[in-house]
């Protein structure tokens, strides 16, 4: 099982969509969860860090479920601009070390 | 603020010859990473240091790539000699990380775009 895994996509979608991203996990003692997006041809950039408890960023809201292992990314009213390709990113604890793990991303286009 | 500076944005090189390339970290960052990114495999990572040193190294494909950080604003990722199949875009990130454990927020540069030809 690879250690992260998402859906590639794409996900094409109406301009005002709600689009919903998921992600799972191998390492049950991961700590930390990310969502990084990426422009084509750009930089990955921290989009939202994902918290226990759920959080919520604008039209952003990001989920942890430790039990089943899986992240969520649910983008609402979707923009022109929110198309991208979205990274789901986890930290893999070894020993003393630890460094974090990409996902290979969903791609969102978001259509007029 | 500057950002993670790399260099060369743009390189072709023929295959065989020696490619290097630089980072500069966001200053105070105490973990540098190199990652390269293709179509097939993503984002992967090749090596990362804290502190200056190498912490782990198993990303590095072969004998062929190698990277230091000689002090806290400086590392390279050399790859000698170079081939084909090393074509990709190389990043550098770097994070304020007292914890690798934990994980941390990283910050990317806008990478190296190498073509082997």
């Known amino acids: 099982r690879k250690e992260v895994e998402q859906d590639p996509g794409p996900f094409n979608v109406p301009e005002g969509a709600t689009v919903a991203f998921n992600c799972t996990y191998s390492n049950s003692a991961s700590q930390s969860f990310f969502w990084y997006r990426q422009d084509c041809r750009k930089e990955p950039k921290l989009l939202m860090s994902?918290?226990?408890s759920g959080n919520e960023d604008g039209r952003f809201t990001a989920q942890l479920n430790r039990a089943s292992q899986y992240i969520s990314l649910l983008i609402r009213d979707s923009k022109l601009s929110d198309s991208a390709t979205y990274l789901c990113v986890v930290n893999s604890p070894r020993g003393s070390q630890g460094n974090l793990i990409f996902g290979k991303g969903t791609k969102l286009s978001v259509k007029p | 603020d500057a950002g993670v500076i790399q260099s060369p944005r743009h390189e072709v090189t023929e295959m065989g010859q020696e490619v290097t390339l630089r980072c500069k970290p966001i200053?105070?960052?105490?973990?540098l990473f190199w990652y390269r990114q293709t179509m097939m495999r993503g984002l992967e990572l090749l090596i990362y240091?804290?502190?200056?040193?190498?912490?782990?190294d198993s990303g590095m494909p072969e004998d062929r790539f190698s990277a230091k950080m000689p002090n806290a604003s400086f590392s390279t990722l050399k790859i000698q000699p170079s081939e084909p199949r090393d074509s990709a875009v190389y990043f550098c990130a770097s994070s304020l990380a007292s914890d690798m454990r934990s994980g941390s927020t990283i910050y990317f540069g806008e990478g190296s775009w190498l073509t082997v030809v």
């Open positions: 994902v918290y226990s």
């Open positions: 240091f804290n502190n200056n040193v190498p912490i782990d």
């Open positions: 200053s105070g960052h105490n973990s």
